[in-house]
């Protein structure tokens, strides 16, 4: 009987990555975790596997090991030799197991999505930007911090089996239900009333509880205790205020939304090449830095990731401030100075250009990718979160690759491409005749096979062609297109977009040369 692997199509992108993927590197470095004792582990290629799926398809913990079973290729992934109809394991082990690799763990993963693009990431400029990532959290109010307080102190009572002097049930039931209207301003002071009230509730409460409880139990309860009355003592102006009771660690970032004025969670700054858009650093910040000054720690972390100091980052105007950190350029769009060349000018807004190009990255890291809303504990959730969405998009970004330059589509198998028999007899070459013969066998990694092709049309077809003003534009469609060659005057006009193949371009450019033109008679 053939095996899981034998039975998948040897092209499909998943299984190629899935063969590029290092995977003992992961098992050697997570060995030191297991223990030979006991009950068998899963298998870390299984474990890391589904931590990846679940980023790169936007899956929870629950959802991952449903679908693993009703997909074969998810499967072959994780290592699987034959199709199995049970669970790989329990939702709750990704949680324990994100828990044992920790940071390190998971920033091998991001190291590994990044290598995995070969010299891409060997780039001396990076783009860097920073963004929200929310936590969790309903909307703070103060008036939800009391309540959660006093249904706590209730709850901890009941286990405890301490009879509280007054529950205040009816009152806080009566309190919550002022502020329903408090915008009202017929509503407005019965709900200022009833805010005062349940704070003062709150404070009896862990007063009454701190006075019964015994010793051991109200050392264990000391620091939620401590954070209770820090929530009850703050004003509605502190600053470093908490904002949720079971993650006490978020804090409010105005970055200047006109639909969200302010967002609730951790600060995260991401860093890509400048070419070729691989993410080679994210970075989780604890506190509410200004961007300029977190700008060392995700350069530091880029280039331990690639094992290369970046030479420039070109970052917004919100990183002014900083012109350099530890030997590398800080480039911030602005006025050029007096006495710049032309040629640095148009350099420099080539790069602020390209700059733009992290912001559509962010917003897939985000509706894509699991980085809208942190759903893991605490802030060390908030790191694992984010270092393995960009390595999602780092894996996922292989796979478009390799999907548009590592294999060709076609509705019937061919024994040779076009290309491959242009090489072979370019004199006896007509150029293909419809989309589906016109599609490219390139391969991933690029082996130069792109640039014969325009040196080809450039000394055979079309003399007259500049090979640094070829435009290579890609169609795909149900059949994939090929590579349309487009020459061009200046550089500046390379971007034209054309649908027709290589066959009729050259057919058509054959047959609408202009005819000899004879000298005109006085």
Known sequence: ??????????????????????????????????????????????????????????????????????????????????????????????????????????????????????????????????????????????????????????????????????????????????????????????????????????????????????????????????????????????????????EPHIYCVAKGKEHKKYEFGTKASVAMTKTHGVIVAAVAHEKNLYDAHALPEILDQAEAMTDIRAKRAIVDRGYRGRKFVDGTEILIPGRAPRGQSRATSTAMRKRFRRRAAIEPLLSHLKQDFRLWRCFLKGFQGDQLNLMLAAAAWNFRKWMRLFIIFGFASSARPRSKTSFSRYRESPENFSGPTNSASASLFLRYPFNGEAHHLASVFKTEAFPDVCARCVSMVLTLKWSWSAIALVPSPRPRSLRVALEFTVGEFVDRRAHSAPPPTEPLER
């Open 1 to 246: 009987m053939p095996t899981l692997s034998e039975q998948c199509d040897p092209r499909h992108p998943l299984k190629k990555l899935g063969e590029r993927i290092p995977w003992s590197d992961f098992e050697e470095a997570f060995g030191e975790y297991y223990s030979e004792e006991g009950r068998p582990a899963k298998p870390v290629r299984l474990m890391v596997g589904l931590l990846l799926l679940k980023q790169m398809y936007d899956q929870s913990d629950e959802e991952v090991v449903e679908r693993w079973v009703e997909n074969p290729y998810w499967q072959q992934f994780c290592g699987m030799s034959d199709f199995q109809w049970e669970w790989p394991c329990d939702p709750s082990d990704l949680v324990y197991f994100r828990q044992r690799i920790g940071e390190q763990g998971v920033a091998l993963i991001l190291a590994v999505s990044a290598q995995l693009h070969g010299a891409r990431v060997q780039e001396r400029e990076v783009v860097v930007d920073s963004t929200v990532q929310e936590k969790n959290v309903t909307y703070p109010v103060d008036t939800k911090q009391y309540r959660k307080i006093i249904m706590r102190c209730w709850k901890l009572s009941d286990k405890s089996g301490i009879r509280l002097r007054r529950r205040y049930r009816k009152e806080v039931r009566a309190c919550i239900m002022a502020q329903r209207l408090r915008k009202d301003p017929r509503r407005r002071k019965a709900a200022r009333r009833g805010h005062r009230r349940l704070r003062t509730i709150a404070g009896a409460l862990i007063r009454e509880l701190e006075r019964k409880l015994p010793e051991a139990l109200r050392e264990e309860q000391g620091e939620n205790f401590t954070l209770y009355r820090r929530v009850l003592a703050q004003k509605p102006q502190d600053t470093n205020k908490i904002y949720s009771l079971h």
